[in-house]
């Protein structure tokens, strides 16, 4: 709550290490049907095109790169003991970096900056993480951890120059009692005594501009209550008994109605308010240690406030576990602080003379309808042909993808095949034919065949004529292509880096030859990527895409590479399992829902 508001908001509240916990706990990459209330947010208040809806760990790690793990610069932020902070940095990428404070968890009562695995590979997305101490409750009581969490902004923001830091892009993310500091650090900007500018830098802001929590608290004394109406032990419900790490946090007993004023205070719906920046909250659905209820109603008193919240479950999560460091829950994370943090640059505007599109079928009929266009655009004459497909239900406006076909084949081919897939999925599905194509005579522009600058011209023109399809999503349009058409999409997407949501694609690829993808266009990449590749193709090396994941990698570009052992060039086009992974990635990255 600002200064002057008398509006209370209650959830449920948390605790972290006390041996007596007996709950479910634990974390689990177990499948387990997800509950009704799995996703909030709101969206007038949140950048556009933010992925909503559970998430599923699939049972992998999420891939970190050597900046995440080198030695990093250890600073003191302010006077006293537990006053360090650990800050890791990008070294490629041009900064001034956008900077993720990270708080740990431990309950308040253990725990140190070393704890940073959760939050250390957002290094190799292109951020500065810091790793903050602070004091634990058998030093002082609250809220002098959150004087801590404000003091170590304060410092990093007014020494930002000094450490290639961006100053106006803050965020703070914490796990557990860590989320619970992450919050308040969002939600209490200009609360009287929950800021000490004795501790150093007191001309500074600690204003964060974004927030996220992982299965943090917001109201100790509901916790116990909502333990027992989920289902969870009774030795769970423990948290406002005297010896719990709530109570020795507020310095007295949860449970008592003479600490309800303390409680309160260190509450973070208390303080939700105008002016407090977008967050994510994540909690798994089997957390018997902080039920998820608390995070539904930190979610609900943002919506209230008008705010940026988006919370989503994590299934068969518990408290902590293997399922936050896999790729999905990592990858939305990232996504959501690239969206507030890193705005991307606008789709450029379609340029297409919609007349001289001619549409021969149905789009919307299961074999779709094919298409010609003849026109000169901006000096270069077009006469491309292809095919379309559209959804056949929904109102859209609907995302996209534009298909590109390798070497000898066709739109009408590769193109519609994977085509009929997507549509599937609620795509509109585009492909034109390429200088590489077994039908290429009479088309326009003219060219090399694979990542030559004609093709690219071809590509992008087949994405601006989805304008002509109409009821397109613009900021939702993705890439894939197989083989020669996987080289034109990796070009396209260094060549257009504001005009693709997310990519993928099957055998493409590295080389300095004049057909792949060049690694000058592949260091312009900021889609998200994920590539596929056979490890018994002959045709197109592996060691392409191997070479394409490293420069992405380095270049802090969300990326995967799988590798299909025994695979060849021409067994990977139409894999099931290599498509429903593409589905996951575009999904993840905002294409979907």
Request: hydrophobic share 40%; proline share 6%.
């Amino acid at each position: 709550m600002k200064a002057g508001r008398t509006q209370r908001v209650f959830a449920w509240g948390f605790g972290v290490v006390a041996a007596w916990l007996t709950g479910c706990g634990g974390g689990s990459d177990v499948e387990v049907p997800a509950p009704a209330a799995s996703a909030r947010g709101l969206a007038s208040a949140c950048p556009a095109g933010l992925p909503g809806g559970p998430l599923v760990p699939d049972g992998t790690t999420a891939s970190t790169c050597a900046d995440a793990t080198a030695t990093p610069l250890t600073l003191t932020y302010a006077s006293g003991e537990g006053h360090q902070l650990d800050l890791y940095r990008p070294t490629t990428g041009s900064g001034p970096f956008p900077t993720v404070v990270w708080i740990h968890g431990g309950g308040w009562l253990g725990g140190s900056r070393l704890d940073v695995n959760q939050a250390r590979r957002l290094v190799c997305r292109g951020y500065a993480v810091a790793s903050i101490d602070y004091r634990l409750s058998d030093v002082a009581v609250f809220p002098a951890q959150l004087h801590d969490v404000k003091a170590a902004i304060r410092f990093l923001r007014a020494n930002a120059a000094a450490h290639g830091l961006d100053p106006s892009r803050f965020a703070a993310f914490g796990s557990s009692a860590g989320g619970h500091l992450a919050a308040l650090a969002g939600t209490s900007r200009g609360v009287a005594g929950l800021e000490d500018p004795l501790q150093g830098n007191a001309g500074v802001s600690s204003a964060v501009q974004a927030v996220v929590d992982w299965y943090g608290p917001t109201d100790f004394a509901r916790m116990d209550s909502q333990l027992l109406a989920r289902g969870c032990g009774p030795g769970s419900a423990r948290h406002s008994q005297p010896d719990s790490p709530e109570s020795q946090l507020v310095g007295c007993t949860v449970g008592d109605a003479s600490c309800q004023g303390a409680v309160a205070l260190a509450s973070p719906v208390t303080h939700v308010g105008a002016g407090d920046p977008p967050m994510l909250v994540l909690h798994g659905d089997q957390d018997c240690t902080v039920p998820g209820e608390q995070s539904l109603l930190l979610a609900s008193a943002m919506e209230t406030a008008g705010r940026c919240v988006v919370q989503r479950d994590v299934v068969g999560a518990g408290h902590g576990g293997a399922g936050w460091v896999s790729t999905p829950v990592q990858d939305a994370t990232a996504g959501f602080l690239d969206a507030v943090l890193k705005p991307a640059v606008a789709p450029s505007t379609p340029e297409a003379v919609c007349s001289r599109f001619q549409v021969a079928g149905n789009p919307a009929a299961s074999t779709g309808a094919t298409w010609t266009y003849d026109s000169v655009d901006q000096g270069v004459h077009y006469v491309l042909k292809g095919i379309v497909f559209k959804p056949a239900t929904g109102t859209g406006p609907f995302p996209a993808v534009v298909i590109s076909h390798g070497k000898g084949g066709t739109a009408r081919g590769y193109s519609a095949n994977v085509a009929r897939t997507m549509v599937g999925w609620g795509l509109v599905a585009m492909g034109t034919t390429y200088t590489h194509a077994a039908d290429a005579a009479g088309t326009l522009p003219e060219g090399d065949e694979g990542a030559s600058e004609e093709n690219v011209l071809r590509a992008h023109k087949a994405r601006d004529l989805l304008s002509c399809v109409g009821n397109v999503d613009f900021t939702r349009v993705a890439a894939h292509g197989h083989s020669m058409g996987g080289f034109v999409t990796g070009q396209l997407l260094g060549t257009h880096p504001a005009d693709f949501r997310a990519a993928s694609h099957t055998a493409g690829g590295v080389s300095a030859g004049p057909n792949s993808t060049r690694p000058d266009a592949a260091g312009n990449i900021t889609t998200p990527y994920q590539l596929h590749h056979g490890d018994a193709d002959t045709v197109v090396p592996l060691s392409q895409d191997q070479t394409l994941k490293s420069i992405l990698a380095a270049n802090g570009t969300p990326n995967a590479l799988y590798v299909y052992a025994g695979y060849t060039h021409d067994q990977i086009p139409f894999d099931t399992t290599m498509l429903s992974r593409v589905r996951t990635w575009y999904r993840q990255h905002g294409v979907l829902p």
